[in-house]
């Protein structure tokens, strides 16, 4: 399989829609589609929450006539198209109505990739990635003076006539791996986790840094363990806030363990491991929402034949909050 289509797999990036980078800056251009009666206006909240249906089967799609009810003044950025309809999304203020229509109902973004659709998670990921980014961006950087959002919600510029710079959405990439050794793979575990609860290890990448060189150093920094070789698996959006997980799975050159301050444990599973810890719920791994369960799906596929998801049990890898 190419890794375009394992891509595909991942939770927030299978979002078919043409973004239409070219025409953000042609006002008439996104004025007609605002105008169209196949364009569709997604919400999304000042916590990051977004309007999904009563059934919270998929996203709650608003007519203009309901934006301009509910939603008068809200920003509005444009986000793409499909052969069947424009998307838009609407950033709610904090005086927007708990629920604006009674067929609406508010989820977060991590709920939403596992129960929505793959192309309602994927446009709600990216809608609220760019809030965020329009969020953090409302003052320039180089001299403090206040911006002003153009090119339909994708580029600040600054206010200030000897300055004028333009900023740009930014997405921080980081390197997830499954680093391997004959036939075990290596998992770690975070201090704040409870025990029993084990993942991959990641890490953001550092300026001037190869994404391969990122793994290496990653993996040696929380683990100790010396990395040889790495191949690219798939990438996966991930805007909790703003990042872009770049999945590997890479080969170890020497197996011993030294853990670093960033992890509270780590160790070598082999096959038989996890299919006894899934088992016995000894075991809890990340659910599909995260590329790290197809990193390990694809790992214990490749190494036993064995396919994650008839092992998992429903143990929840964040449990309920109290009240």
Known sequence: MSASLRSRANVFAALALEREAERRDDTDWIGARRAEAAT???VVGPDGRGLV???????RHFHDSERLLHWPQAAVSFLGSTAQANFFVIAADAATPEVPAPEAKWMDLRAAGLALPA?????????????????????????????SLVSSGHKAVCSNPTCKLEHFPRTDPAIIVIVGWRDACLLGRQP???????????????????LEDAVRREVFEEAGVAVDESDYHSSQPWP??????????????????????ELAEARWFEVDDIVRGLADRSLVLPPPLSVSYRLIEHWLRETGGLELSTLMNDEPWQKPRAG
């Open 40 to 42: 569709r206006y997604i």
């Open 53 to 59: 249906g009563a059934d919270r089967g998929g996203l």
């Open 119 to 147: 192309f309602d998670a994927g446009l709600f990921a990216y809608a609220r990635a760019l809030l965020f980014w329009q969020s953090r961006v409302r003052f320039c950087g180089a001299c403090g003076h206040a911006t």
């Open 192 to 210: 704040s986790w409870p025990e029993g609860r084990w993942s991959t290890l990641a890490g953001f990448v550092e300026p001037g840094e190869s």
């Open 240 to 261: 909790f806030p703003a990042s872009l997980m770049l999945g590997f799975s890479a080969r170890a050159s020497d197996p011993a363990i030294r853990v670093g301050a």
